[in-house]
């Protein structure tokens, strides 16, 4: 899977010189956190909300409400605006985009092609849209999980008795856990009832167990 194939794509963007007032209203008025700074087509920053909420003055302040608009109003963005913005390519696969996000310790990547901005996409979009179908959450069925099931020998035995007894694998994933010796596996099937299933995988040795969901 591709950032293309993720990333949210009617981005809305705002120029450098809107006021953190207009900013605030847009992403109050969007329920957004983020938004890129456009110049001329040109991303030259971004805006988020907890930058937003570190320039604000705070509630214990002595200015007045009508100081606090007159200093919010005539405040923009091009201030306080992050200038490093960690951007990708639409081609960018998801797994590189998560690690790019990670170490960079951003919430969001800014997508862009020949220069414009095409689109957006945050951390939680790469867990809503990748992780959850992986791990199979909101599908009917229940998980299986296998200890030991992950290697390849007993991956192909564990898939061999799902086909024999004729049901169907709504997702998988392995999991190799700190300093395990063998990978364990989940297998999410399409049946509410692993009963059979599992007494077959006991009875070849496996130690197997329902994984809530």
């Not at 992050?82 to 390519?89: G, K």
């Not at 590189?96 to 997508?111: M, P, R, T």
């Not at 862009?112 to 951390?123: L, P, Y």
């Not at 049901?167 to 999991?175: A, P, R, W």
């Amino acid at each position: 899977m591709y950032i293309r194939d993720i990333m949210t794509t009617n981005v809305v963007t705002i120029p450098s010189s809107t006021s953190i007032a207009d900013a605030k209203r847009i992403m109050e008025a969007h329920r957004f956190r983020r938004l890129p700074v456009v110049d001329k087509g040109k991303l030259v920053g971004i805006v988020t909300e907890h930058g937003l909420e570190k320039v604000s003055p705070s509630q214990a302040t002595s200015l007045s409400v009508w100081e606090l608009s007159y200093i919010l109003d005539k405040t923009t963005v091009k201030e306080i605006m992050e200038r490093n913005v960690i951007t990708v390519s639409p081609d960018i696969t998801a797994e590189e985009s998560l690690a790019l996000a990670q170490s960079n310790k951003v919430g969001a990547l800014v997508v862009v092609e020949d220069g414009r901005v095409v689109g957006i996409t945050t951390t939680n979009d790469l867990f809503y849209k990748i992780v959850n179908p992986i791990l199979g959450l909101g599908q009917p069925g229940c998980r299986v999980e296998v200890t030991g099931g992950g290697d390849s020998k007993a991956l192909e035995e564990i898939i061999s008795t799902i086909n024999k007894l004729g049901l169907n694998i709504v997702t998988c994933h392995i999991m190799a856990l700190p300093e395990a010796t063998k990978k364990d596996i989940v297998i999410h099937i399409d049946s509410e009832d692993a009963s059979q299933l599992m007494a077959e995988l006991q009875n070849k040795g496996y130690s197997v167990k329902l994984r809530q969901r």
